[in-house]
């Protein structure tokens, strides 16, 4: 089973900048996509970003611009470059991994952005 373990939430001023990682672990596996959801308060799960292992991205729409989703093959890790924060960005930020073995998902880190 594939362990994922997300970094890099914590509170920012609206207007600032974080980067999120997230680094796969345990089986051997490939991961093929690797991917961001985020969860507010009273709100369902939604897809922030995705990736897969040849490079190609897509984003939600209200992160088009501001959000920017990498990957290091080697490392099975993804990150988030997030600029321009915005209070609605306020969430839960989970990782997601999806390769031959199946679906896997992190516990998550808390991203608050204060106005």
């Known amino acids: 089973q594939v362990q994922l373990v997300e970094s890099g939430g914590g509170l920012a001023q609206a207007g600032g900048s974080l980067r999120l990682s997230c680094a796969a672990s345990?089986?051997?596996?490939?991961?093929?996509?690797m991917g961001w959801y985020r969860q507010a308060p009273g709100k369902q799960r939604e897809l922030v970003a995705v990736?897969?292992?040849?490079?190609?991205?897509n984003y939600a729409d209200s992160v088009k611009g501001r959000f920017t989703i990498s990957r290091d093959n080697a490392k099975n890790t993804v990150y988030l470059q997030i600029k321009s924060l915005k209070p609605e960005d306020t969430a839960d930020y989970y990782c997601?991994?999806?390769?031959?073995?199946?679906?896997?998902w992190g516990k998550g880190t808390l991203v608050t952005v204060s106005s």
């Open positions: 997601n991994a999806a390769g031959l073995g199946g679906s896997y």
């Open positions: 345990g089986s051997a596996f490939r991961i093929n996509v």
């Open positions: 990736i897969t292992s040849g490079g190609s991205t």
